[in-house]
């Protein structure tokens, strides 16, 4: 074990609040493709801005429902890795001590949900998730019901069916994840910023295209004193200020690190 990753078993070892900040890289080990590499066949001919917009919801929503249910499928698709399974397995550990360990993604998949993470903070939102497009309450969806499916080729978009909002009767119901020029979702980032604050390590995984606001908030934890470890296969504007850099991938890094406590 080279000595950078012993002082980091040791700071996992120590650490009784945790937060692990995670980006696509923990998700494209899986084999969720980005927004970007989503974008093959009928969808390469988008902007990602024709698809990713309320003015593109409005003007235009079967194609942009059909985008995102057609990716929520490929979640489907997918497992979470063996780094989704230690975090959800360390959030065990340190809650069985009265210690805590918060999850925040940019993620809109579920995966580290299926890994066994719970109250995930999700500061892009959810592909799994819906709600009004005029008043924001939450509503239910099932995309599988909708016939698309994981490995379905497009050449057009296809009808998803209108669905009302419960509550207002007026507003549809939209995908809850943070459109451009959307804020972050204010609970999940406030909670995330709260939780960086009181953090002893921070851990920030496959994170190497993350975004502002977002991409601030291991500074935050660094400037409270918390000790910082990445983990991307390539250094990033990050590694210098981490207190360990690791040049590896989560599903690889993370068991090993964690080797004494999943
Ligand atoms: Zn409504």
Same mark, same amino acid.
């Given at each position: 074990?080279?000595?950078?990753?012993?002082?980091?078993?040791?700071?996992?070892?120590?650490?009784?609040?945790?937060?692990?900040?995670?980006?696509?890289? @923990?998700?494209?080990? /899986?084999?969720? *493709?980005?927004?970007?590499?989503?974008?093959? &066949?009928? %969808? =390469?001919?988008?902007?990602?801005?024709?698809?990713?917009?309320?003015?593109?919801?409005?003007?235009?929503?079967?194609?942009?429902?059909?985008?995102?249910?057609?990716?929520? @499928?490929?979640?489907? /698709?997918?497992? *979470?890795?063996?780094?989704?399974?230690?975090? &959800?397995? %360390? =959030?065990?550990?340190?809650?069985?001590?009265?210690?805590?360990?918060?999850?925040a993604t940019q993620n809109?998949?579920?995966?580290?949900?299926?890994?066994?993470?719970?109250?995930?903070?999700?500061?892009?939102?959810?592909?799994?998730?819906?709600?009004?497009?005029?008043?924001?309450?939450?509503?239910?969806?099932?995309?599988?019901?909708?016939?698309?499916?994981?490995?379905?080729?497009?050449?057009?978009?296809?009808?998803?069916?209108?669905?009302?909002?419960?509550?207002?009767?007026?507003?549809?119901?939209?995908?809850?994840?943070?459109?451009?020029?959307?804020?972050?979702?204010?609970?999940?980032?406030?909670?995330?910023?709260?939780a960086l604050q009181q953090?002893?390590?921070?851990?920030?995984?496959?994170?190497?295209g993350l975004v502002q606001?977002?991409?601030?908030?291991?500074?935050?934890?660094?400037?409270?004193?918390?000790?910082?470890?990445?983990?991307?296969?390539?250094?990033?504007?990050?590694?210098?200020?981490?207190?360990?850099?690791?040049?590896?991938?989560?599903?690889?890094?993370?068991?090993?690190?964690?080797?004494?406590?999943?």
């Open positions: 074990m080279s000595s950078h990753i012993q002082r980091a078993t040791e700071l996992v070892a120590e650490a009784e609040s945790v937060v692990v900040l995670t980006g696509a890289g @923990m998700s494209a080990e /899986s084999g969720v *493709p980005t927004f970007r590499d989503a974008q093959t &066949g009928l %969808w =390469q001919r988008f902007a990602p801005e024709q698809l990713a917009t309320e003015e593109a919801f409005r003007a235009n929503p079967s194609m942009v429902w059909t985008w995102y249910v057609w990716r929520a @499928m490929l979640v489907d /698709s997918v497992d *979470p890795n063996a780094g989704h399974h230690a975090i &959800g397995t %360390w =959030q065990q550990h340190l809650a069985a001590r009265d210690g805590s360990l918060t999850v809109v998949d579920d995966l580290h949900e299926r890994g066994g993470a719970q109250d995930v903070l999700h500061l892009h939102g959810s592909l799994h998730s819906y709600r009004c497009l005029e008043c924001g309450t939450p509503g239910t969806f099932d995309p599988a019901s909708t016939g698309i499916t994981a490995d379905q080729d497009f050449d057009h978009e296809t009808f998803v069916p209108t669905v009302h909002c419960d509550h207002c009767e007026l507003g549809v119901l939209r995908p809850n994840v943070v459109w451009f020029g959307e804020s972050l979702p204010e609970q999940a980032f406030a909670a995330a910023v709260s953090a002893q390590l921070v851990v920030v995984v496959g994170s190497s606001p977002a991409a601030s908030l291991p500074l935050i934890a660094h400037e409270a004193g918390a000790s910082l470890i990445e983990i991307n296969p390539a250094a990033t504007t990050l590694s210098d200020t981490a207190d360990i850099y690791i040049p590896s991938t989560a599903a690889v890094a993370l068991p090993e690190l964690l080797a004494d406590i999943v």
